[in-house]
Structure formats: C-alpha cells, structure tokens
C-alpha cells in the first residue's frame, strides 16, 4: 500500500462512520452539490466542469474540509454527474431533455418534455447575432469597469453585462467562457419568473393571488432560512426531498401570515405547486404555459426551467437563460407587462412586484431600490447603492442581476459567480447608476 493513500483511507473510514450524524449530512449536502451544479453547467450550459468547480463550487463555506476528499465524474454517454466525498457520500445527477438536471433519489420520474412549440414573437428584436460593443464610451467604460477585478479575493468573476436601452441593447460584453448563446443559471432570479407565470395565470382566471400573496411576499410565516448552513429547511428541501414543495408546506407556521419577512425558498416551492396545478399538474403543463405565454412572445428561445420528482418547476431558483433572454424578461417588466401591444401580465402586475413589503425593500419576486425601514437580515443592502432611486430588480445567489429602471427605459442584466454575501451590490449599483448618468446626459 502507498503510506500516501493510508491518511485518505482512515478519513474516507471516519466520514462514512458519520453519515448518520450532522457532519455526515453537510458531507452529503456537498455532494449533492457539486453533482447538481456540474450536471447543469455541463449539459444546460455547455461549460468546462472543472472550470465550474473551481470557480463556483469549491469557493463556497465549507468546502474546504471536503475538497480533498471529493471526486467527481462526468459521464457525458448517459448526461449525469456523479459525486463522492471519501468514496462514500455518492449523488447523481442527471440530465433530462428539455427538463435540465434533476438530482437522483432513488426512484426517478418517467415523464418528459413536450416538443416545442413554435409561438410568434411579439418583442422586436433586441441585437444582431453579433456583440453589441456599444457606441458611447462612458457605457463601454462602466461595463469594462464591472469586468475588472479588485487586487485581492474575494473576486468579482463578472461573466456577462448586457445593457438594454428602449428595447435594443447599446452594449455588452462577455467573459471569455461564455457567449451570446450561453444560458446561464439565474439562482434567485428564477424567483422573478416565477412571479410572472403566477400572473398569467391570475390573468387566465386560473389562480385567485389572495393566498399566495404571503407567499410571494415571503410573509408566510414559516421558519426562518437564515443563512444556508446545511441544517436550513431550504438546503435540506435541495438536498434531500423528492418533493420540495411538499417538504415546504409540512413545515410549521410560526407566526400570523402578513406579519414578518424572512427570506424563503421554501415559499416559492409552494408557489411554484401552485402553478404546476393551475398549469394542468405535470411538468410537461408547466413548460408549454411558460412557451405559449411567456418565453415565446418575448423570444426567449433558451430558456430551461428544471423541476423536482414530481414535476414541479424548481421556481426558486433553478431557471437558465441567456443574458439577452434575462433581459428579454427584463423588458417585459419595464414595458408594465405588455409586448407587442399583448398584455401577457394582468394589469398592476408591476406594480405588485415592485411595491414593498412590510417596511423592507423587497416587494414581490423583486427586490427595491429604496431606503427600507428595517435593516436587511440577510445581512447586504435592501436595493443597489447609485443606482437610479426607481430601479427595481431581480437578484439571484453569486451575483445575478436584472435590473430595470423605468426612468431611464433601462434594463441591465448583470450575471457572474461572485462570492461576496448580497453579490457585490455596490459594483452593481455603481455599473447601473454610471449608465443611467450617461444615458441622462448625452
């Protein structure tokens, strides 16, 4: 035996004797992971595996005591990733067409996408195929200046800024690992997709949103998140349950619906059950709703929305989509829910998502650019420090933003894998208020 293999040995023994203990949970929360992540920025994205580990996974509290240990594999034959930590600790994820990736359980789901429908586009074009490397140079300036990076880590890892103005874009750029056709994981932003498929379905006269308000507004009253630490109802809802929105509603309420905010995954999770319901009760329901009434009027055509077991789009966080798709979506909000003459949001939808909630700057699905009464639990600004006062965005973990600024008929999409706790909100802020300035004075 290699005496340089034995130190690797008696850990592997020692984390596998505790798989039934907290630790053996964390170990296996990492796992699970890495192969989610992997799965979907391999056959979702198209990107390097290696890359996304190095970058988005292994930078994360806590991977530091189980880097060494962890191995994974890429099976590109049957699309799935599968992780180990210590040889024991084994997840697979894997991928389903159409459906993204999918974390396996132990008794996988038979269902399938639906063939994709062709639906007219209702918003003109937004660019040529081409980079928009833009004309005026103090937006060039501000979009280089979120792609620089600060001396020392944490560092910003800006992978794409698309700034669209009046509907067309006026610039963008792109890190060198991804392009124009790249789909990118919108964490949270997923949230405000979410938003607008629950509104098509108020408009259709399918969803009553009274009792999904609290919900929406993360004032359901359910246990705090807190800070994703492994033993969180919202981590183990990823980790472990084949049905997430079932997980969530079992959860207790702690307090009177309306009274407290406190940030939720698991309220989304209820939320999106009730669209797989009013959407007709499968997946496959779900993705041609979000064809027929969203994705396709606006010319999404990259999106992929991944589900749990049980055919319940993961509309908390697990969307994929261009940077031009996201601010495609962006666009939609900007213009109060109406393209191409079409209302595809009930009236006042905007103003749902972009009013505030309690006395904090989130409002719906969005968050506020406003100066909150209460200080932000999760521990980073309400809004966007320089950013016009009106703004209103999508944020998503690592740093994903959509940003719409009605004064200045502005939507900036910034995406990247940025370790800092709110995704560097003041870098974000200063790149939306230096275009906004530019586009003030000509």
């Known amino acids: 035996m290699n005496p340089s293999n034995i130190g690797v040995i008696a850990a592997a023994a020692l984390l596998g004797a505790c798989t039934s203990f907290p630790p053996g949970r964390s170990i296996q929360i990492a796992s699970a992971g890495v192969s989610q992540t992997l799965c979907s920025s391999v056959f ?7 890359q996304t580990y190095r970058e988005e996974k292994r930078p994360e509290g806590g991977m530091g005591w189980v880097d060494w240990a962890l191995r994974y594999t890429v099976d590109r034959a049957h699309r799935e990733v599968t992780t180990t930590v210590g040889g024991v600790f084994a997840s697979r994820s894997v991928y ?3 459906m993204g990736c999918l974390l396996d359980h132990g008794e996988m789901p038979t269902d399938s996408a639906p063939a994709r429908e062709e ?3 209702l918003l003109p074009e937004i660019a040529g195929p081409a980079v928009v490397t833009g004309q005026d140079a103090r937006i060039r300036a501000a979009i280089d200046e979120a792609f620089a990076e600060p001396v020392s880590p944490p560092w910003r890892q800006t992978k794409a800024v698309v700034v669209l103005h009046r509907g067309r874009v006026i610039g963008e750029r792109y890190a060198p690992d991804i392009g124009v056709d790249t789909a990118w994981h919108g964490h949270s932003v997923s949230k405000s997709v979410t938003h607008a498929l629950v509104g098509i379905l108020v408009r259709q006269g399918k969803l009553d949103p009274a009792p999904l308000d609290p919900l929406l507004r993360m004032t359901d009253g359910g246990p705090l998140v807190g800070f994703y630490n492994g033993f969180d109802d919202a981590t183990r809802m990823w980790s472990f349950e084949r049905d ?14 309306g009274t407290r905010w406190g940030y939720s995954d698991p309220a989304y999770m209820r939320v999106s059950r009730a ?16 064809q027929r009434e969203l994705f396709g009027p606006l010319g999404m055509k990259t999106v992929t929305m991944e589900f749990d077991a049980t055919g319940t789009p993961v509309g908390a966080s697990h969307f994929y989509a261009t940077a031009r798709d996201w601010a495609r979506f962006g ?20 103003r749902h998502a972009a009013t505030p909630t309690l006395d904090t700057g989130y409002g719906a699905g969005f968050w506020l650019n406003n100066d909150a009464l209460a200080p932000n639990p999760m521990g980073f600004p309400w809004g966007l420090p320089g950013a016009p006062a009106d703004a209103f ?28 706790r709110g995704g560097d909100r003041a870098s974000v802020g200063r790149l939306v208020g230096r275009i906004a300035d530019a586009l003030a004075t000509p």
């Open 244 to 257: 997430m929105a079932g997980y969530a509603a079992s959860r207790p309420q702690e307090v009177a619906a």
């Open 275 to 290: 669209v797989r319901d009013a959407a007709g009760g499968r997946a496959a329901d779900v993705i041609r709703l979000a």
């Open 96 to 98: 389903r067409d159409g």
């Open 44 to 50: 979702v994205s198209g990107r390097d595996a290696d």
């Open 331 to 350: 666009q939609l909000y900007l213009d109060d829910g109406v393209v191409g003459g079409r209302q595809l949001l009930p009236p006042g939808w905007v």
């Open 119 to 121: 639906v007219p586009t």
């Open 393 to 420: 965005f999508g944020f998503g973990y690592l740093g994903q933003f959509v940003v719409i600024v009605p004064s200045r008929q502005l939507v900036v999409v910034r995406l990247g894998l940025t370790h800092l």
